[in-house]
């Protein structure tokens, strides 16, 4: 049985993924804030998939000091872990963060500094054991800054380059670093925006999660068409994208 801890559980693309996770009868330990959010969470996948064991902690990303001790309590809790997702993020308002320093601020400790911090940890772990597989959300916006997100867009940047630094110090050992990348995500985290044709669902990208980490892919686009629309804008001649309203 595999045992699966999840940072940032609460999210609906994290649960997606524990969902499928519990179908296949693995122990996965749900590490969120909320602990009525996490506790209705796991009792749904109970029902679901009750061959699964589900267990749940509490997890503040941003106290960033008890990232070693949350660990090592998930540790104690499990016995072992085979594989670890990170989920956790924000969406913030771009123009209200460009003109606020502290959220600035607030917004990249909460998606790169953070995530960064969680990863290390799990990574020096996998190391230790030899094993082990570690996947972190990032985004295609961190593909390439754009005046409508270039705040959200460069703190997964930092993530994405951060994982690639990983997979490079474990590319001779058996440990796994796997960088998600999804695209525009019906969740509540994105209610608020108008819903167009290249919108998935949490389920598509749970489900391409969970295929990622148990065949071991190393950079995945959730769909997989955005690593085409990527690879366009990407290429786009800066003299030719400053003046587009991407």
């Not at 699966?4 to 993924?17: D, H, L, P, Q, R």
């Not at 998935?200 to 071991?216: H, P, Y």
Request: with cysteine.
């Amino acid at each position: 049985m595999a045992k699966i801890v999840i940072f940032g559980a609460t999210s609906a693309i994290a649960y997606e993924t524990a969902k499928c996770f519990a179908n296949k009868k693995s122990e996965i330990l749900l590490l969120g804030r909320d602990m009525i959010k996490l506790d209705i969470l796991a009792a749904d996948l109970r029902a679901h998939s009750p061959k699964a064991i589900i267990k749940t902690g509490h997890f503040d990303a941003l106290e960033m000091k008890e990232h070693e001790a949350v660990f090592d309590s998930a540790l104690a809790e499990l016995g072992s872990i085979d594989a670890a997702l990170i989920a956790f993020g924000s969406l913030p308002d771009e123009k209200a963060t460009e003109k606020n320093i502290s959220l600035l601020q607030h917004e990249y400790t909460t998606n790169a500094t953070a995530v960064i911090s969680i990863a290390s940890v799990v990574a020096n772990y996998f190391e230790e054991q030899n094993a082990g597989t570690l996947a972190v959300i990032s985004s295609v916006a961190g593909d390439r800054g754009r005046q409508s997100n270039y705040i959200y867009g460069s703190a997964k940047a930092a993530v994405s380059a951060f994982l690639q630094g990983l997979r490079n110090r474990f590319g001779k050992t058996p440990v796994k670093i796997i960088t998600i990348k999804p695209g525009m995500v019906d969740t509540p985290m994105t209610a608020h925006l108008k819903k167009g044709l290249l919108f998935a669902s949490a389920r598509t990208v749970g489900e391409g999660i969970f295929d990622a980490m148990t065949r071991g892919k190393e950079i995945v686009y959730l769909p997989g068409y955005w690593r085409l629309v990527m690879f366009i804008v990407k290429h786009i001649p800066e003299s030719i994208f400053k003046k587009l309203s991407l």
